[in-house]
């Protein structure tokens, strides 16, 4: 089963920033906290991951609070092309890590 | 160039035939997986190999079987195709480093649709 929890759907405007939460309530010490999304029909893309410190990329941010029991993935600039859903995993990563995916949040970017 | 890819996209066939999905990855990784969606979304990992050895085995039939020739391919064969096994199919590939965080990248999917 899945080690996270999240809203099964958001609306976002476009061109406005898209903030999707994330609980991981009894994340281990040694787990990252992984963002993947999934457009329609294809494969999963990864988006970012993360320890203990925020993270950005070219794609988005990532921020962990400080005890590590929920995360916020941020799109900054939300476009229609980020309509998809969006996938919050813990796992240990390495020769350890093995990513289990649960519902996800259904992000739908709207004009 | 495709970092993962996989054929045939779609896949069309009668129970009981025998099938098999081809995935390639050129960037080089260790560890190469295969995941089933199925018809309500669920992602579930159903192998995992490295470097040719099978590591994760997720209670899949035995009609289910890898083969991994190379550490850049790992094929899907499935015997005595069933309904349920009607789904889209996703090969991924990662470097699985020890020690230290993983990336998985995955290919576009075979639809498979078993009639």
């Known amino acids: 089963d899945a080690k996270t929890t999240q809203p099964p759907s958001m609306d976002c405007a476009e061109g406005r920033a898209a903030n999707l939460p994330c609980n991981h309530s009894t994340i281990s010490g040694n787990e990252y906290v992984y963002w993947y999304r999934q457009i329609h029909s294809q494969g999963p893309q990864y988006i970012i991951h993360g320890l203990k410190n925020n993270e950005t990329n070219e794609m988005a941010s990532l921020i962990i609070t400080e005890d590590r029991k929920s995360s916020t993935l941020i799109l900054p600039h939300a476009t229609l092309r980020d309509t998809a859903v969006y996938y919050c995993i813990v796992s240990p990563g390495g020769s350890q890590g093995n990513l289990i995916f649960g519902k996800g949040t259904k992000l739908s970017v709207k004009p | 160039d495709t970092a993962v890819s996989q054929t045939p996209k779609y896949l069309v066939t009668q129970m009981g035939n025998d099938k098999s999905i081809k995935c390639e990855q050129n960037?080089?990784?260790?560890?190469m997986y295969w995941y089933k969606q199925d018809s309500k979304k669920f992602l579930k990992i159903m192998f995992s190999?490295?470097?040719?050895?099978?590591?994760i085995n997720e209670t899949v039939p035995n009609r289910f079987s890898p083969k991994s020739p190379d550490k850049a391919h790992l094929n899907l064969h499935i015997n005595s195709l069933e309904l349920g096994d009607s789904a889209v199919y996703f090969c991924?590939?990662?470097?699985?480093?020890?020690?230290?965080?993983?990336?998985?990248?995955f290919g576009p999917g075979t639809r498979l649709t078993v009639l």
């Open positions: 991924a590939s990662s470097p699985r480093l020890a020690g230290s965080s993983d990336t998985q990248y």
């Open positions: 960037l080089g990784h260790d560890t």
């Open positions: 190999y490295n470097n040719k050895e099978l590591i």
